[in-house]
């Protein structure tokens, strides 16, 4: 079912799901972690989520590596804020390509912005703005 865009906007305050879930909601939600120099966690999260749609094992291990290089390797450009264990276990697997290679890390950036990031981007006057547009239409 697809909703109208007034609609995305109050859902995106119901569960983070529905913010993820919606194009719009990771491009404002994205903007505003920028504002909170995080964004690579939704970009890591949304590299993930793409990464587990390749079928072929080429393109998987090309992925991986980039993901690897871009979000997980210690002085990264767009490091992510895991723990050592994950990392490594990470690191030691790149050469096994699997769609699953990345979940642990996912779970982990997912709860940080879950529990960290978007209670605030809820609070924050982006959001509240949007969302006062939304409800005047």
């Known amino acids: ?3 109208a865009p007034v ?3 109050g859902a995106w305050g119901e569960s983070f799901d529905h913010l993820l879930e919606c194009k719009t909601g990771q491009l404002v939600f994205e ?3 920028r504002t909170e120099y995080s964004e690579e966690n939704l970009l890591f999260w949304l ?4 990464y587990k749609k390749i079928t072929s094992e080429t393109e998987m291990m090309t992925a991986a590596k980039k993901i690897y290089t871009e979000f997980v390797e ?5 490091q992510i804020n895991i723990d050592y264990v994950t990392r490594e276990e990470i690191s030691e697997n790149l050469s096994q390509p699997e769609p699953n290679r990345f979940d642990r890390a996912q ?3 997912y ?3 879950e529990n960290d990031c978007y209670p605030r ?3 924050s006057e982006m959001y509240q703005v949007l969302l006062g547009q939304a409800e005047q239409q």
Do not use: N, T
């Open 47 to 50: 590299a993930c989520e793409d």
């Open 121 to 123: 981007f809820l609070k």
């Open 107 to 109: 779970r982990l950036i």
């Open 74 to 78: 210690v002085d990264a450009p767009r």
């Open 31 to 33: 903007d505003f972690l």
């Open 7 to 9: 609609d995305d906007v």
């Open 111 to 113: 709860g940080l912005m």
């Open 1 to 3: 079912m697809l909703r």
